[in-house]
């Protein structure tokens, strides 16, 4: 059986990296810049007040003191969004927080170090030049490299780059995905027939897609039919496709749709040394990249965990496509199969150090793995664990934070 990490590197060879395009910064969200972005412009743009108080000169207030205030005449008001007036000597304006500061003027005394006059102001402390002011470029210097290469667009990235006025930047594009699962007894009827169930891998699967920052460009399922699956995949294809994912009909029954439509085409189908996830296919159909899942929910989410998500996110460039590690200590006891690494369920109580085993090992207990927070990984080599025994467990619930280790190991 192929080992897991050798099934990881040739998913994340087969998406590879996409290249690169121009987009609105709005659209970036989740995405990693492939270009730097250099400041256009400077920030602030003008020189101004980081107080509601008074634009004075700084010697026109000194030595000023609760014992000994000074009055200044109040020459004019400077609402946020004015324009950018002069101050005479020995005068004051009132001025907001954000407007510009008046030619003239070197410091602000904030309004509650004074009587807040509107016709003459009453100063009773004394301000050092360049006290409550943001001067023009002391945050971002115009020409300079403010967001580099394989920075990861978030809310304040956008939040600076609206500021600067930056209209486009150049990201990997997320991943088009074609999101199908296969099985005659699959039905999307409210009211499935005997014999038929729900359809959940689709739903399950295009949610770790757009997850993961890809897009399920479409969701469907197909009959065990092999002319109608490829028929639908050549369909759906024309739209434009980086990745194929497919549930089901992967193992050794009588009607293993997929494998019998893909592996002639050349498509491979092996066995991964996982539980779950064992049977997998992979391979390239068209211009697409083929990732073939079993078709059991919980090895289906599964191994798209262990091989499909972080093959996403690295395709787009992602600084982490895998999920943290931590490392805790198992409640109770577990066994696993020699040969395998076992990924099980638990849930994580990370302030404890603490993981608990979440259901049962098999591959059906969907229920249980929507219970649980975690993967408690448990390598090839190992057949039973103690409790209280150290584990390593992948946090499904961390989005990327910078971990020591990663699922990838
Ligand atoms: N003789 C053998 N039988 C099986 C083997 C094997 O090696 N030899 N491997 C087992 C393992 S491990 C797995 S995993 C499954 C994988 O089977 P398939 O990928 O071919 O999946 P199906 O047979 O189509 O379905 C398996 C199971 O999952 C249900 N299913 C499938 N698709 C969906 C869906 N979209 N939504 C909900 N449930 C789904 C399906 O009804 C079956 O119950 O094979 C084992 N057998
Ligand atoms: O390996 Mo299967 O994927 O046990 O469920």
Known sequence: MRPVSEHQRRIADLLGLLTPTRVAPAEARGLVLAEPVTAPEELPSFDNSAMDGYAVR???VAGASEAAPVRLPVAADI????????????????IMTGAPLPRGADAVVEVERTDAGTDVVTVSAAREPGSFIRTAGSDVTAGTEVLPAGTLVGAAQIGLLAALGVRAVVVRPRPRVLVCSTGSELTDDPVPAAGQIRDSNS????????????????????????????STLDAELEAGVDLVLTSGGVSAGAYEVVKDALAPRGVEFTKVALQPGMPQGSGTYGEAAVVCLPGNPVSSLVSFEVFVRPALRASYGHPRPHRPIVRAALTEAIT???GKRQLRRGRLDAVAGAVRPWGPPGSGFLGWMAGADCL????????ELAGGDP???????????????SGGS
Do not use: C, K, N
């Open 58 to 60: 700084a010697v026109d």
């Open 79 to 94: 609402p946020a969004g004015a324009g950018i007036g002069v101050l005479e000597p020995g005068t004051a304006h009132r």
């Open 203 to 230: 739903h399950m699967l295009a949610a770790a897609v757009e997850d993961a920052g890809a897009v399920a460009i479409r969701r469907l399922w197909v009959a065990d039919d092999v002319p109608t699956f490829l």
């Open 336 to 338: 696993s199969p020699g």
């Open 376 to 383: 408690i990984d448990v390598p090839e080599d190992v057949t």
């Open 391 to 405: 584990v390593d467990v992948w946090d499904l619930t961390s989005w990327g934070r910078p971990a020591t280790r």
